[in-house]
Nanobody, 115 residues
């Protein structure tokens, strides 16, 4: 089992920045992928960014150049630095960790960007 605790969400004005963090505990010795998803009201959950155990990264087109994902393997944390935030970034953000073959989800954290 893996437990995830997310932090760092909140309310920010358009153009501002937020940093999300997700700390994993439990069976963390074999984490393959750590990432962030988001779900806006009335929309499907979508992948925002992820980072593999080999530090390869993926970003959704909508956040490229604005968001940066990083991973601290020693602390089993994954961070999402979000800059130049837009109102359309408003969503509940979820941390996801893959310890093959299982995936674990955080409880979600609200990010609201006001115009």
């Amino acid at each position: 089992q893996v437990q995830l605790v997310e932090s760092g969400g909140g309310l920010v004005q358009a153009g501002g920045s937020l940093r999300l963090s997700c700390a994993a505990s439990g069976n963390v010795l074999s984490i393959n992928v750590m990432g962030w998803y988001r779900q806006a009201p009335g929309k499907q959950r979508e992948l925002v960014a992820h980072i593999t155990s080999g530090s390869s990264t993926y970003y959704a087109d909508s956040v490229k150049g604005r968001f940066t994902i990083s991973r601290d393997s020693a602390k089993n944390t994954v961070n999402l630095q979000m800059n130049s935030l837009k109102p359309e970034d408003t969503a509940v953000y979820y941390c996801k960790v893959v310890v093959a073959p299982r995936a674990y989800w955080g409880q979600g954290i609200q990010v609201t960007v006001s115009s």
